[in-house]
């Protein structure tokens, strides 16, 4: 069974850079067919798309976003990392972990099959 | 990229049908069939609900289904249930390796 697991502080100051880990368990990271992404929900509000990680190495990331974002797989943990800097108080969100099944070539997919359950973050001094 | 347009709620009674829309613009919706539905209970993760305009990952219930004209895909729940109750959200492939989502919508089951 496949399972995507966020962790990382729950608290973080204006100004700091938030650091999160995505765990997956049943799969490996380094796999042809899938590729990872982050995306976020701020309290009360819709969802975000943040970026992708692609088998390639590649990154792709919410051009909202791309200039504070950093997203890299660390395949011998099994994990994928986000880190987003000068956070403010509208960085405030649940941050979720997801699978993104997409054949690039074919185009065909995009879509996020697999979540994890999703971490809060809070910005606040 | 600007997010698609989603109505803030729907509501409906049990076993009717409801229809939720999902308006984006020739350069998202309308170049693509990459567009993919997701339920959120309350406190919860998301979950894929349709993916590719029309299909349905196995598992989830044949009440859901999806169509896409021209820049506006649609969601579409029969026989409604209780615990349709929900929020729903669409995402669309809008090239470049980018996504966006839409606002989302709030189900009611009357």
């Known amino acids: 069974q496949v399972q995507l697991q966020e962790s990382g502080p729950g608290l973080v100051k204006p100004s700091e850079t938030l650091s999160l880990t995505c765990t997956v368990s049943g799969v490996s990271i380094y796999n042809t067919y899938y590729h990872w992404a982050w995306l976020r929900q701020p309290p009360g509000k819709g969802l975000e798309w943040i970026g992708n990680?692609?088998?390639?190495?590649?990154?792709s990331y919410n051009p909202s976003l791309k200039s504070r974002v950093t997203m890299s797989v660390d395949t011998s943990n099994n994990q994928f990392s986000l880190r987003l800097r000068s956070l403010t108080v509208a960085d405030t969100a649940v941050y979720f972990c997801a699978r993104l099944w997409w054949r690039q070539r074919l185009g065909q997919g995009w879509f996020f099959d697999l979540w994890g359950p999703g971490t809060l973050v809070t910005v606040s001094s | 990229q600007s997010a698609l347009t989603q109505p803030a709620s729907v509501s409906g009674s049990p076993g009717q049908s409801v229809t939720i829309s999902c308006t984006g613009t020739d350069r998202d919706i309308g170049s693509y069939d990459l567009v993919s539905w997701y339920q959120q209970h309350p406190g919860k993760a998301p979950k894929l609900m349709i993916y590719e305009a029309d299909k349905r990952p196995s598992g989830v219930s044949s009440r859901f289904s999806g169509s896409k004209s021209g820049n506006t895909a649609s969601l579409t729940i029969s026989g409604l249930q209780a615990e349709d109750e929900a929020d729903y959200y669409c995402c669309s492939y809008v090239g470049s390796l980018l996504g966006v989502f839409g606002g989302g919508t709030k189900l009611t089951v009357l």
């Open positions: 990680n692609y088998e390639t190495g590649d990154t």
